[in-house]
C-alpha cells in the first residue's frame, strides 16, 4: 500500500471518528441514510428525460454541425460569465473580475465622528454595506444586454435560427 493511500485511509478513519464522537454518526452512515438510488434517482431521471434537456441536446447537435450557430452560443455563453463576473466576482479562461465593490461600515461615535462631514458622519453611523448607486446601474445593464442577447437568440425569427 503506498504512504499517500495509508494516509488517506487514517484521515478518513480520523473523520469517521470525530462525526460519530460529536454527531453519533458516521459519514458512511449518514450516506446510507439518505437513499440516494431510490430518493434522488427517479427525479434525475426525470429531469434527463425533459423536454428541456431534450431540446438542449437538439441545440448542442445543430451547433456542432454548424459552425455560426457554434460561435454565437460560445458568445453568449463567454457574455453570460462576464456578466455573472460583473456582480459576484471569479475567473473564466480569458481572465477575472473582482466582485462588486463594496464598503462595510461600522457604528462610530465620539472623538472619531467629530472631524467628519455629515454625509461621512451619516454614512458612518450605520451599519452593514453600502454599495455605490453607480455600481449597481453598470451590473444591470450589464444583465439587460446579456438578457436581451438571451432572447434574441431565442427568438425563432432571429437570423441565427433561420
Request: charged share 35%; with cysteine; hydrophobic share 35%.
Amino acid at each position: 500500500m503506498s504512504t499517500n493511500r495509508a494516509m488517506s485511509m487514517a484521515q478518513e478513519e480520523y473523520i469517521n471518528k470525530l462525526t460519530s464522537d460529536l454527531y453519533g454518526w458516521t459519514i458512511e452512515d449518514k450516506i446510507k441514510s439518505m437513499n440516494i438510488r431510490e430518493r434522488y434517482m427517479p427525479v434525475v431521471g426525470e429531469i434527463m428525460n425533459s423536454k428541456e434537456i431534450h431540446d438542449f441536446k437538439d441545440l448542442a447537435m445543430a451547433a456542432y454541425k454548424d459552425p455560426k450557430l457554434r460561435s454565437k452560443l460560445h458568445h453568449l455563453k463567454l457574455e453570460t460569465e462576464w456578466a455573472v463576473m460583473d456582480i459576484a466576482g471569479g475567473c473564466n479562461e480569458f481572465g477575472c473580475q473582482r466582485p462588486m465593490p463594496t464598503q462595510e461600515t461600522r457604528v462610530r461615535g465620539g472623538e472619531e465622528n467629530r472631524n467628519m462631514s455629515r454625509r461621512d458622519r451619516e454614512r458612518a453611523e450605520r451599519e452593514g454595506v453600502i454599495i455605490e448607486n453607480t455600481d449597481i446601474y453598470d451590473r444591470a445593464e450589464d444583465i439587460e444586454h446579456v438578457w436581451e442577447e438571451i432572447q434574441d437568440f431565442m427568438n425563432p425569427k432571429s437570423e441565427m435560427m433561420t
